[in-house]
Nanobody, 126 residues
């Protein structure tokens, strides 16, 4: 069993930066594939990016590529999402997710992840 708790959301002006963090409990965190999803009002939850257990493989949605970076620290059981050059369209609730499976990083969906955090709100003002 893995429990996930996100932090770091807030209100930021367009062009600014935020760093989200996800703290995980569970002894096997280091073997899990981790992901960040987001859900804007009235829209489906979408994949932002994900990272393999080793940190050596990552994937980013086209909408955030070059602006967002995912990293993980297995020793501290944390995964982070550094968000730069934020845009109003990045406004959403951001969720951390985990799975012991090995879904395709590029095509994985919400169905591929077994554990979810409660979400943290990110609001980008224009």
């Amino acid at each position: 069993q893995v429990q996930l708790v996100e932090s770091g959301g807030g209100l930021v002006q367009a062009g600014g930066s935020l760093r989200l963090s996800c703290a995980a409990s569970g002894r096997t965190f280091s073997s899990y594939t981790m992901a960040w999803f987001r859900q804007a009002p009235g829209k489906e939850r979408e994949l932002v990016g994900n990272i393999r257990w080793s940190g050596g493989f990552t994937y980013y949605a086209d909408s955030v590529k070059g602006r967002f970076t995912i990293s993980r620290d297995n020793a501290k059981n944390t995964v982070a999402l550094q968000m730069n050059s934020l845009k109003p369209e990045d406004t959403a609730v951001y969720y951390c997710a985990a799975t012991p499976r090995m879904p395709s990083l590029r095509t994985s969906s919400t169905n591929d992840y077994d554990y979810w955090g409660q979400g943290t709100q990110v609001t980008v003002s224009s």
